[in-house]
């Protein structure tokens, strides 16, 4: 069984290391989601490693094993094992310094996983406290599923819009996957609007995110900043302004915006939505701030700026020429 356990504290010691590279793609992430949960061990180790690596005076420690280690290989002229590559080697001194893992206290009980739903109807904004600190304010009509577990934490925006203030952490990210783009941040304030599956609108308010949207496109977005994702087409957001999005106070800022985002907005707190009729319309863009709980103010808007007429019907608004 000893044996066992080495084999395990290696593969920890791997995962700590590779979890704690500048990149994790989705595929890695999987698979230390197979492997954490495949062994009540395996959370247990981790934990632990992953407090030492943190630990203060890990950095000097690792200095002196990794000296060590290399000093070790040095004097050994048998063949290296095929594995044995500068980062094992790096393991390698990490696992010297887990010789004294016992004094670092268990972090957490194994499988310690916590998921959740939160959703809005029409009309209707909630704010939520995640178990990590972190606070999110869901607009109407917006559904999240959150997946908090030791080593990561993750959030999928389903539909609508939501506003993350990210409690910080030192080593475990905080992501958000609208399905073709990610978001990963550390902590920091920012806005997410899922406008629909190939529209999205990414703001930041404080701190610095990354974005992800596949094919090796990626974003480094700071505090002020933004960017819209309209399937391969990109567009730079540089008016964020304030500390958190309008919307939050019951307003839309358009800017050269198509009327059917603003239309959209509407409709997340309205109990009658606005309807097009024709489509084509959807496209005329508009500036300005709209008050988003005022349907027919915003109606009124429209129509001036572009010659338009619309009628309350009984359970909804038209618009047409």
């Known amino acids: 069984m000893a044996g066992e356990g080495n084999v395990i504290e290696l593969q920890a ?125 869901l607009d109407g009509d917006t559904r999240i599923h959150v997946r908090i577990t030791p080593w990561s934490r993750q959030v999928a925006l389903a539909r609508g819009e939501a506003f993350f203030d990210v409690a910080h952490e030192g080593w475990r990210s905080f992501t958000v996957d609208m399905g073709t783009a990610r978001i990963s941040v550390l902590g920091t304030a920012f806005d997410v609007d899922r406008v629909d599956a190939a529209t999205h609108v990414i703001q930041v308010y404080r701190g610095l995110v990354s974005v992800e949207a596949g094919a090796g496109r990626e974003w480094r977005l700071p505090a002020g900043t933004g960017l819209e994702l309209i399937g391969h087409r990109v567009r730079s957001l540089r008016d964020v302004t304030g500390v958190r999005p309008a919307w939050t106070d019951g307003w839309y800022e358009a800017n050269d915006t198509p009327i059917w985002q603003l239309i959209q907005h509407v409709n997340r707190n309205a109990s009658h939505p606005i309807v097009l009729a024709d489509a084509g319309l959807g496209e005329l863009q508009v500036t300005g701030r709209f008050r988003t709980e005022r349907p027919e103010e915003v109606l009124e808007a429209i129509g001036a700026l572009h010659d338009l007429h619309w009628q309350r019907m009984a359970d909804r608004y038209v618009v047409r020429r």
């Open 13 to 137: 010691a791997r995962w700590v290391d590779r979890m704690n590279s500048p990149v994790l793609d989705a595929a890695d992430a999987a698979a230390f989601d197979r492997w954490i949960l495949a062994d009540p061990r395996h959370c247990d180790s981790y934990a632990r490693l992953s407090a030492l690596w943190h630990s203060e005076g890990l950095a000097q420690g690792m200095t002196c094993a990794a000296g060590e280690a290399e000093t070790a290989v040095e004097e050994d002229e048998a063949p290296s094992a095929p594995w044995i590559t500068p980062g094992t080697t790096r393991i390698a001194a990490f696992l010297a310094m887990a010789g004294c893992a016992a004094l670092a206290a268990m972090l957490m009980p194994a499988m310690l996983v916590r998921e959740s739903s939160f959703s809005t109807p029409r009309g209707v904004t909630r704010d939520v406290a995640l178990a990590d600190g972190s606070r999110v304010r």
